[in-house]
């Protein structure tokens, strides 16, 4: 890595599967950088990812410092085989092995005892080790042509909202790293569900693109980790602790539902705006057209959960682009998929909600 150097940037078609992108260039480029200790920006299908050796201590810190990453927050680890986690984690309990057969190749990362393969800066120090195996075809094309488990936090500037697109990327790193694989937007949206499976009872770290209910559905009891209903302070999870996905404006969220909530936010917005500032509205399809503001941004559609999910992150750079200094965002019934997207929002706002 030279930063101040552009990055390599390859565009693949996303519409191949895996078994034909084995063989593109750009994939054993791409696995040949990953191998010589350099970092490569992959898309996966929720956000894309920064990948560096697992194995590698220097490989892996280079992805710390290109990020801006606090070296107490851990990095997932991304594998091509299931195969894999043999060489990597002491022992998998029954609720992982049921969690792998339904979710994976896909959004969800299980926190296992690690073995000790991995560089130390992956795991932050602790006795566990996050792995996971995507579903995007160039992720896996890629991670299973390098044969390396790797090391891949989002691809973007540490606390900025994670990258949906190639473009994201390369606002954020494009002369801190290596090379980019662009394969457009990336699906889901919102980053991996985190699972910790090394206790008694499976404990959501953090809601991701599976949710609390397929979690159940699979596994029958699951508990939530007490730091993402908001009562301890302390989060298991060491990335929890951190803002994250946040615009540069200052950003509230505003509780309420219907008519009353776009109500409180035409005041709200009203009054900011008289007050000089440059407001900033998050909303949906639904009800963009009954603001006024500088900026409205739509961000999906409130009845499908999923294009909300899909639109957020890109929403939210839109803010900084706009230059916006104040948001103003709509909440969600924190159930299924708006569970993640409304534990974004919060952390975004820093924890601000206007009640
Ligand atoms: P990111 O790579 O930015 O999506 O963030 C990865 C997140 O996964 C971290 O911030 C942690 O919240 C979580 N994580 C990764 N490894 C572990 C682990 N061993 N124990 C608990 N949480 C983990
Ligand atoms: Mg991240």
Redesign the pocket.
């Known amino acids: 890595m030279d930063v101040g150097k552009a990055a390599l940037r390859w565009r693949i078609e996303p519409n191949a599967d895996a078994d034909e992108l084995r063989d593109h260039p750009a994939i054993s480029e791409a696995a040949r950088i990953l191998r010589e200790g350099g970092l490569v920006a992959f898309p996966t299908e929720t956000?894309y990812?920064l990948g560096a050796d697992a194995r590698s201590e220097e490989a892996v810190s280079k992805i710390f410092i290109a990020k801006g990453?606090p070296a107490d927050?851990?990095?997932?680890v991304h594998i091509g085989h299931v195969s894999q986690l043999e060489e990597l984690v002491r022992e998998l309990p029954p609720e992982g092995e049921a969690l792998i057969r339904r979710f994976w190749p896909g959004p969800l990362?299980l926190?296992l005892p690690?073995k000790g393969a991995v560089a130390r800066k992956v795991?932050?120090g602790?006795d566990?080790?996050?792995v996971r195996m995507p579903s995007h075809p160039v992720a896996l094309a890629l991670l299973q042509v390098s044969g390396l488990p790797v090391a891949?936090?989002?691809a973007n500037r540490s606390g900025r909202p994670?990258p949906t697109d190639a473009d994201h990327v390369w606002e954020d790193l494009g002369d801190r790293i290596d090379a980019i694989l662009d394969a457009g937007p990336t699906g889901v949206g919102v980053?991996?569900t985190?699972v910790?499976v090394a206790g008694s009872t499976p404990m959501l770290?953090?809601p991701g693109g599976v949710t609390l209910e397929e979690l159940r559905e699979t596994v029958g009891e699951v508990r939530v980790d007490p730091a993402l209903e908001g009562e301890v302070q302390q989060?298991?999870?060491?990335?929890?602790k951190?803002r994250h996905y946040a615009p540069a404006g200052e950003m509230w969220v505003v509780d309420g539902s219907g008519e009353e909530l776009v109500r409180r936010i035409r005041r709200l917005a009203e009054e900011a705006r008289r007050a000089g500032r440059k407001v900033g509205i998050l909303t949906t399809e639904e009800n963009r057209f009954r603001y006024e503001a500088d900026l409205v941004v739509p961000c999906g559609r409130r009845n499908d959960p999923e294009s909300v999910a899909r639109h957020l992150y890109r929403a939210l750079r839109e803010m900084d682009r706009a230059g916006v200094d104040y948001i103003l965002a709509e909440t969600f019934p924190a159930t299924g998929l708006f569970h993640s997207v409304m534990n974004r929002l919060l952390k975004a706002a820093g924890g601000k909600v206007i009640r």
């Open positions: 956000v990812g990453r927050n851990p990095l997932i990362t926190v690690h795991t932050a602790l566990t080790v996050g891949a936090p989002s994670s980053e991996s985190v910790d770290l953090r989060p298991r999870s060491p990335g929890m951190y």
